[in-house]
Structure formats: structure tokens, C-alpha cells
């Protein structure tokens, strides 16, 4: 049986992965890595200090004039402001949210994301009182697709991480899940719906407006 439902948190409660390739081009490009947004679409649902130091790699820049860690706050600090100014929740949270509430499921976030990013989409939808648990892989020697943030999540829940149901919209992320033990739902972005990769997902959606009881039903029957 399903006991605790766990959320990522980019791409699944808003449309934050635009922000986060903006941001990233722009800083990245700043310091001369010919980031394009399609090569961003390798690194959704990964921390960004590993992003950066993915990319560091690749394309080494003159850390005397701007540091790893320089660049990692200039996304951040790039990406909240982003967030504060154009972020909307995506269709069907809320109902999804209500749904869970409604069958008394303790809810969490486990995003790759940093605490003050999490924090900034928290306060900016007064969602915050919603869930039991707020995580970030911040916190994880090792971030998502690696199963660790899914499995403290569980952990902070007090939950087993088999009696846990992931919702995520990342490769990455979903991996992270399967890994860590758990059912799981994969709500994809339009142009990667149909990825034959995201078929790993117990349940695919279009929509968490597509959430209903019969799917749920569905899920706890596995």
C-alpha cells in the first residue's frame, strides 16, 4: 500500500526547467561554455553543483576570475529571481495536493534543487504547510539519478521507501526513485511524452490533472 506520496519539485509543481536554462546559458556561456539549451536537456533533474562541475570538465574556464562555486551562486541567485517574477504552478497540482490530502498521505519534496530555491517556490505559492517533509539533494553526498535523496526522504517520513510513490518529470529523477525502491509516476514534458525511456515510470501522465482514483487504485494494486 501507498503511505506517503514524495514530490520532485522542478517540473513537476512548476515549470521551472525554462528558468534553470536561462540561468544557465547565460552564466555559463559568460564564462565561455557554448551551453545551448538542448545540451541543457542532459542535466534536468541533476544538482547543479554537479551540473557545474559536469561542464567544468568539459569545458574548463579560468577559475581565477570566477570559481565553480562563483558560478553555482550566480545560477542560483539568477534562477530565484526568475522564479519570483514568472513562476506558476503547473495544472493539476493542487488537485493533486488535495487528491493525497484527502486519502491522509503525508506528503514530501525531494528535489535536486538547494533549500533556498525550494524555499523561494515554497513561500512564493504558500505551499509550504503542505508537506510533512521538505529535502533537498543539497544534503546527499550524491544526487539524483543515485536513489540517496529519495531514500532519506523516506527515511525523514518515518516510511518505508517501498510504501512510498515518487512523482517526477526527469529521467534522472525517476531513475533516482525506481532505485531507491519506490512506485512511481512520470509526468514528462510534452516533447518527451512519448521517450520510450520514461516507460520504466509505473504511470505515465500528461498532466497531474489526469490523476484520478482509478489510476491511484491502479498504482496500489502493483
Avoid at 503547473?90 to 503525508?106: E, Q, R
Avoid at 534522472?172 to 516507460?199: H, Q, R, W, Y
Wanted: charged share 25%.
Amino acid at each position: 500500500m501507498i503511505k506517503a506520496v514524495i514530490f520532485d519539485m522542478d517540473g513537476v509543481l512548476l515549470n521551472s526547467e525554462p528558468f534553470w536554462k536561462e540561468a544557465e546559458t547565460e552564466v555559463f556561456n559568460s564564462v565561455g561554455v557554448p551551453l545551448s539549451f538542448e545540451m541543457c536537456d542532459t542535466t534536468v533533474g541533476m544538482r547543479l553543483k554537479d551540473v557545474v562541475q559536469l561542464w567544468y570538465k568539459r569545458y574548463p574556464w579560468d577559475t581565477s576570475k570566477k570559481s565553480l562555486a562563483d558560478v553555482e551562486t550566480e545560477i542560483f541567485n539568477k534562477l530565484i529571481l526568475l522564479i519570483i517574477k514568472k513562476g506558476v504552478l503547473y495544472s493539476g497540482v493542487i488537485k493533486a495536493l488535495d487528491f493525497f490530502k484527502g486519502k491522509n498521505l503525508p506528503l514530501a519534496i525531494a528535489s535536486s534543487s538547494n533549500m533556498n530555491i525550494i524555499d523561494a517556490v515554497l513561500d512564493k505559492f504558500s505551499m509550504r504547510e503542505r508537506f510533512h517533509v521538505i529535502h533537498s539533494a543539497e544534503f546527499e553526498d550524491h544526487g539524483k539519478p543515485h536513489p540517496a535523496t529519495y531514500i532519506s526522504t523516506a527515511k525523514l517520513l518515518g516510511i518505508e521507501p517501498s510504501e512510498c510513490l515518487a512523482i517526477e518529470d526527469s529521467l534522472n529523477g525517476l531513475k533516482s526513485a525506481i532505485a531507491a525502491g519506490m512506485k512511481t509516476i512520470a509526468v514528462p514534458e510534452a516533447k518527451s511524452f512519448n521517450n520510450p525511456e520514461f516507460d520504466i515510470a509505473d504511470l505515465k501522465l500528461k498532466s497531474l490533472e489526469e490523476l484520478n482514483e482509478e489510476k491511484f487504485s491502479e498504482l496500489n494494486s502493483m
